[in-house]
C-alpha cells in the first residue's frame, strides 16, 4: 500500500524507514506528480482518489475545518491523516506520524473513511521527586521513609558498575 505525504515531511527520514515498513510505502507527493505540490487540498484530495490512492498523510489539519475540503473528503473516502502542532519541522512530523501509523494503516485497509486529528504535544519536564513522592502514595508508604530505604549511598554512586574483571 501507498500512503501521500504532503511536501512538509523529511524524504530522507522516511526513505531511511522503508526497511521496517513492510508493505506500506510513505510517498512524496512530489514523487507521485509534481504537479500535485501546487494544488490547493480539495483538489488533491480529488487527484489522490482518481489516481487510486486510499489516503494522505498532512500537516494541514486546518483542512478539517474548512467545508470544501471536507466534503471532498467525504466523498473520495479517503482517509486523512492530520497532524497539528509541529509547525514546519519534518522531524517533528515525521515522528508525530509514526506514532499513529499503525492504526492510520488499519483504517485504510478496511477502506473506511476516516479522519486522525493528531495533536502531539512537546513533553513537559517533570521533577523526579514529585513522581518519587506520587509513586509512594501509590504504594501506601510515606514518601520520606521509602527514601531512605531505597537511596543511592555515596559509596554505591563511586562503586565501579563496569569494573574491571
Known sequence: MQLPLDHNFSEPIVNA?????????????????????????RPLLIALRQLGFEGLVTLNYRMLRNPSELAAIIKTGLTVFAIEG????????????????????????????????????????QDPRDLFDEAATRRHEDPAELYDSVEVSDAELQTPVLASS
Open 86 to 125: 509541529v509547525g514546519h519541522d519534518p522531524l517533528r512530523a515525521t515522528g508525530a506520524l509514526l506514532l499513529d501509523l499503525p492504526s492510520a494503516v488499519k483504517a485504510v485497509d478496511a477502506g473506511a473513511s476516516v479522519v486522525y486529528w493528531m495533536r502531539p504535544r512537546p513533553p513537559q519536564p
Open 17 to 41: 524507514l522503508k526497511p521496517w515498513m513492510g508493505s506500506l510505502e510513505l510517498l512524496p507527493i512530489r514523487q507521485i506528480d509534481d504537479r500535485l505540490t501546487g494544488l490547493d487540498d
